[in-house]
């Protein structure tokens, strides 16, 4: 079982839909989560850390679930400049060891 | 925040060559990474570079095949030796700054191997 799953997509919206990724992990043991963009032929960027709680960012909300073991992003009112891969990224150790998901590719249409 | 140069940008290799990357920090910062990501693939852990000693290396990967150097708090090498196409990937340098707990990336070494 890979450490870090996620649906590869694509996942195709128009603008203006709601769109939810989710991740599982399988290490029970991980305690940091984060959610990183990475745009074609770009470097990955962190989009937001994910806590406990659950955080929000403008659009952007992230939900952890440890029981289950999974991490969500929900994007609400999608814009063309969301067309991107989401990176489900999850840590151990201090974020030293950071483990990437496969990605999930979003593209928004007009 | 950091800014992070790798060079090459990209290169076309012959099999069985060497090639090194560079990777320049713009601050000093206590944890360095390397990553590869293959075509369609996400990113893979390949070691932590340590400063002044060698790099802790995760699974599957090796000092022989990726030696790596660090001799300072901004700057570190990776050498991929021996090339064979399956080694055709970007190699991307990263950083962790402590405060945030972000990782930066360089913008990667396009590498193709014939």
């Known amino acids: 079982r890979k450490e870090v799953e996620q649906d590869p997509g694509p996942f195709n919206v128009p603008e203006g839909a709601t769109v939810a990724f989710n991740c599982t992990y399988s290490n029970s043991a991980s305690q940091s989560f984060f959610w990183y963009r990475q745009d074609c032929r770009k470097e990955p960027k962190l989009l937001m850390s994910?806590?406990?709680s659950g955080n929000e960012d403008g659009r952007f909300t992230a939900q952890l679930n440890r029981a289950s073991q999974y991490i969500s992003l929900l994007i609400r009112d999608s814009k063309l400049s969301d067309s991107a891969t989401y990176l489900c990224v999850v840590s151990v150790y201090n974020n030293n060891d950071m483990r990437f998901g496969a990605g999930t590719r979003l593209t928004v249409k007009p | 925040s950091a800014v992070i140069s790798q060079k090459p940008s990209r290169d076309i290799c012959q099999r069985g060559t060497s090639l090194t990357i560079q990777c320049q920090v713009d601050?000093?910062?206590?944890?360095m990474f390397w990553y590869r990501q293959q075509p369609g693939q996400s990113l893979t852990l390949i070691a932590t570079a340590n400063q002044g000693s060698e790099a802790t290396y995760e699974s599957g990967f090796v000092i022989d095949k990726f030696p790596i150097s660090r001799p300072n708090l901004t700057f570190s090498t990776l050498t991929v030796s021996n090339m064979s196409p399956e080694d055709s990937s970007i190699y991307l340098c990263?950083?962790?700054?402590?405060?945030?707990?972000?990782?930066?990336f360089g913008e990667g070494s396009r590498l193709t191997v014939l």
């Open positions: 601050s000093q910062v206590t944890m």
């Open positions: 994910v806590y406990s």
């Open positions: 990263s950083v962790l700054t402590l405060a945030s707990g972000e990782l930066f």
